[in-house]
């Protein structure tokens, strides 16, 4: 199985993101790691957690499924992400028998997929491919 090396980022879907740095980024003094607008409709800005990070993902357009998750689900958690040497190898060896094959996405530049199926005790999973600058070096045996 491929190793889950490190939590990533925990993502809070908002309806703006200018709003919720007023409470994350000012309120709580973690400051922005990186923010980038996608051509699929999704604004991400990461905060620096200091071990992780907090994923604000802002729909910025209304057709697109994060919008409609939104507008029935109201802001909040959305998922967590596991740092780990291959998305899409991770993604499908977590997901549970009979699901279909995960699909790659990007998120900071990175190859990225949601764990497919059912969410396990209701939580999503997704994976990131972590980079050797991540520091997020593969633990020793512990025997």
Known sequence: MSAIRRLDHVAVV???????????????????AHSESQPAGVRLTYLDCGNAYLQLVEPTDPDHELARWLDEHGEGLHHICFGVDDALAA???????????PVAGSGRGRVSA???????HG???????LEPAD????PESVH
Not at 14 to 30: C, I, P, Q, Y
Not at 91 to 101: F, K, N, Q, R, Y
Not at 135 to 138: H, L, N, Q, S
């Open 14 to 32: 908002v309806r703006d993101t200018d709003e919720a740095l007023r409470t994350f980024g000012d309120r709580f003094g973690l400051p922005v």
């Open 91 to 101: 993604a499908a060896e977590l997901a549970p028998d009979g699901a279909p094959s």
């Open 114 to 120: 949601f764990v497919p199926g059912e969410p396990p």
């Open 123 to 129: 939580v999503r999973l997704e994976c990131t491919e």
């Open 135 to 138: 520091g997020a070096a593969m």
